[in-house]
């Protein structure tokens, strides 16, 4: 099977070590000198509808994509482990009027 880099623009990527879906296809790495495709690249979801910027790009080198299909792209990546916001030890507003804060 050829594909084209705009076919690419289309594909789902699915991530087989958790079964994530990561999103489409958004932009490639191209290795100008031999002519190789490096990586697919995955912008950053938006924060807050835009406002506040977006995450970072999630970049797949070459060595960790599994298979190109028709609709989409299977991946063996993993995902940089997000941290959960910090748990507040102040008060809250509903805390302090039914006790609990």
């Known amino acids: 099977?050829?594909?084209?880099?705009?076919?690419?623009?289309?594909?789902?990527?699915?991530?087989?070590?958790?079964?994530?879906?990561?999103g489409c296809v958004d932009d490639v790495e191209i290795d100008t000198c031999?002519?190789?495709?490096?990586?697919?690249v995955i912008f950053g979801r938006p924060?807050?509808?835009g406002?506040?910027?977006?995450?970072?790009?999630?970049?797949?080198?070459?060595?960790?994509i599994d298979v190109i299909g028709e609709?989409?792209?299977l991946v063996n990546f993993q995902c940089p482990c997000k941290q959960p916001p910090p748990h507040r030890r102040g008060r809250s507003i509903l805390g302090g009027i039914f006790g609990n804060g």
Do not use: P, Y
């Open 51 to 64: 406002l506040m910027g977006r995450e970072e790009d999630i970049v797949i080198g070459w060595r960790n």
């Open 71 to 73: 609709d989409t792209i």
């Open 47 to 49: 924060k807050c509808l």
């Open 34 to 40: 031999t002519a190789q495709l490096l990586a697919i």
């Open 1 to 22: 099977m050829t594909c084209r880099v705009t076919d690419m623009h289309n594909k789902e990527v699915i991530n087989v070590c958790d079964g994530s879906r990561l």
